[in-house]
T-cell receptor, first 115, second 112 residues
Framework: KAGVTQTPRYLIKTRGQQVTLSCSPI?????VSWYQQTPGQGLQFLFE???????NKGNFPGRFSGRQFSNSRSEMNVSTLELGDSALYLC??????????????FGSGTRLTVV | DAKTTQPNSMESNEEEPVHLPCNHS???????IHWYRQLPSQGPEYVIH???SNVNNRMASLAIAEDRKSSTLILHRATLRDAAVYYC?????????????FGKGTHLIIQP
């Protein structure tokens, strides 16, 4: 059973550019959530999608957006990149929202560096 | 989500049991207790979760206090590969989806 796949693994972008990250959940999982991890702030929730609908969003500016497709694959987009957006972006999937009853499976992340 | 309190770090020896504590005094009846761990340069990995009863799986055991205000993750025989940051998280099982709230976790060091 394939795990959560995130692409690309590494990315270097310039300030002001925009970036799109991709996440393919475990087959059958309809919930996909995104997290940002930085040394200073730790792991922070960005947003969660279930059946193509955004269920909730963390405390991030509008430059961070996402979407989910009918096959449950998800993308997140960051526009007008800032140096502070350099981070490890993690995607997690679950068979139901919140994953309370069965947990989340995380991908290995995309390491974004903004220069 | 209710908050959890964990020690910043713990150290143990290889092949010995490890007991990682977590306090969650404001837990509600609908909160599940989840444990994740993160190895260096990897995403978090699900370890175990429970609601009221103790739980066992191939990775670990979860002991939940009778009043549910604390829990302990037990690694029965630690190996060097268990060195990681361990996160104890309460996950509300009701409606809505707020994502997991990660604290700073416990940095587990395993000595050979």
């Amino acid at each position: 059973k394939a795990g959560v796949t995130q692409t690309p693994r590494y990315l270097i972008k310039t300030r002001g550019q925009q970036v799109t990250l991709s996440c393919s959940p475990i087959s059958g999982h309809r919930s996909v959530s995104w997290y940002q991890q930085t040394p200073g702030q730790g792991l922070q929730f960005l947003f969660e999608y279930f059946s193509e609908t955004q269920r909730n969003k963390g405390n991030f500016p509008g430059r961070f957006s996402g979407r989910q497709f009918s096959n449950s694959r998800s993308e997140m987009n960051v526009s007008t990149l800032e140096l502070g957006d350099s981070a490890l972006y993690l995607c997690a999937s679950s068979s139901q929202p919140r994953g309370a009853r069965n947990g989340y499976t995380f991908g290995s992340g995309t390491r974004l560096t903004v220069v | 989500d209710a908050k959890t309190t964990q020690p910043n770090s713990m150290e143990s020896n290889e092949e010995e049991p490890v007991h990682l504590p977590c306090n969650h005094s404001t837990i509600s009846g609908t909160d599940y207790i989840h444990w994740y761990r993160q190895l260096p340069s990897q995403g978090p990995e699900y370890v175990i979760h429970g609601l009221t009863s103790n739980v066992n799986n191939r990775m670990a055991s979860l002991a939940i206090a009778e009043d549910r205000k604390s829990s302990t993750l037990i690694l029965h025989r630690a190996t060097l590969r268990d060195a990681a940051v361990y996160y104890c998280i309460l996950v509300y099982s009701g409606g809505g989806a707020d994502g997991l709230t990660f604290g700073k976790g416990t940095h587990l060091i395993i000595q050979p």
